[in-house]
């Protein structure tokens, strides 16, 4: 009986040795010591026998058992050691590859375009302002001389964030239209001093996005204040900002329009940089680009950011980041600029 022990512990060690996966090591186990395995059945032999027999057949059968755990843990221990070598030798790593370069980040188009402008600014004496993204009613459109219900407040789609707007109540919350409420604040924050600002920020408008319009973009709002400005401050003005960004041969010209918050008020024109005058895609065959509104401060504004109509006069004008980019950079599309594609991005 005891060579029957000995030839299983043989037979059971050749077959451990060929296993090479944890599904056979589990059928091996099964195989030879599970409830009705190979061992099991040998143990089961010991009651047929003689008894003189039995405690030396049990010790052996008991070692068998014992040597056949071990050897099938240091197996099950084997078997995960050669599946991490391979595991780490399929994502082997070679550190002495040459790292990916990460190019720089640059400045978006707008960043640039804006900073741009500040800088021309900044040369002609006005300075920086800066005013709020959200805005009561008043400020964005009371205070502009358009009171509640004033149909001119149909120039500008907007986006309210607080229900008095349908109410008509001036202190309804939305996200500013235009960069104008700027010239209220700046104005009483300043008032009695003359003023010479310019006022960057992102509106907001409920539009239809096409190829020109965005409903979030760029102005850059313009206010002076003084004693005896007359329009012919704000026509150079525009004149002399458009040779500075648009290079030194373009020309402006200036148009009648209509915005409450200034009296007169005008279109300031300029020759289209594509064409240079005479009639394209771009500028509608006129010739001509549309680049900022403007006009001379309305008495009522003045007098709303305190400033005596009588004494005082100012200029102010506004236009926008993006269109003025378009046009510098032969850029057909607006929606290009919020995209997120650094194709196009990285141009610039
Ligand atoms: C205004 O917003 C006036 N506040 C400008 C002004 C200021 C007039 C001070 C008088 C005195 P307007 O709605 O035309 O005006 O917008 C001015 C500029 O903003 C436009 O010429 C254009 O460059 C830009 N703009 C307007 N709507 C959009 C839009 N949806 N997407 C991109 N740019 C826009």
Redesign the pocket.
């Known amino acids: 009986m005891l060579e029957r022990i000995e030839s299983l512990r043989g037979e059971a060690l050749r077959a451990l040795e060929a296993v090479e996966d944890a599904t056979a090591l589990e059928a091996w186990r099964i195989a030879y010591l599970g409830r009705k395995g190979r061992v099991s059945a040998l143990m089961d032999l010991i009651g047929s026998l003689p008894r003189e027999e039995r405690p030396a057949f049990g010790q052996a059968a008991n070692e068998l058992k014992r040597t056949l755990e071990a050897a099938f843990e240091e197996r099950k221990e084997a078997l995960a050691r050669q599946e991490l070598a391979r595991a780490l030798a399929a994502e082997a790593l070679d550190v002495t590859l040459p790292g990916r370069p990460t190019g720089p980040g640059h400045l978006h188009i707008t960043t640039q375009t804006l900073r741009k402008i500040i800088a021309i600014f900044a040369e002609m004496g006005f300075q920086v302002y800066e005013s709020p993204d959200v805005e009561t009613d008043e400020m964005n459109f009371g205070l502009l001389n358009m009171p509640p219900h004033h149909p001119a407040r149909d120039?500008?789609d907007t986006f309210w964030i607080s229900d008095e707007a349908s109410t008509g109540s001036t202190q309804g919350l939305l996200l500013r239209t235009?960069t104008?409420p700027g010239q209220i604040r700046v104005m009483r924050e300043r008032c009695p001093e003359p003023i010479r600002v310019i006022l960057p920020g992102k509106c907001y408008?409920y539009?239809q996005i096409t190829a020109r319009?965005?409903h979030q973009?760029y102005?850059v709002?313009g206010l002076a204040v003084g004693h005896g400005i007359t329009l012919s401050d704000l026509i150079g003005t525009a004149a002399e900002f458009a040779r500075r960004f648009y290079g030194p041969e373009r020309r402006v010209r200036i148009r009648g329009s209509y915005?409450p918050?200034?009296e007169p008020?005008i279109e300031v024109d300029m020759d289209c940089i594509l064409c240079h005058g005479a009639g394209c895609r771009v500028c509608k065959q006129s010739g001509w680009l549309?680049v900022?509104?403007?006009?001379m401060v309305h008495p009522v504004v003045l007098q709303n950011g305190g400033y005596d109509p009588d004494e005082w006069s100012g200029f102010?004008?506004?236009?926008?980041v993006?269109?003025p980019a378009m046009v510098k950079y032969s850029i057909d599309d607006?929606r290009l600029f919020y995209g997120n594609d650094l194709r196009f991005l990285r141009q610039f």
Do not use: N, P, V
């Open positions: 120039m500008w235009h104008s408008r539009e319009s965005e973009f102005q709002e915005f918050f200034t008020s549309e900022a509104g403007a006009g102010a004008f506004g236009f926008g993006e269109r607006i």
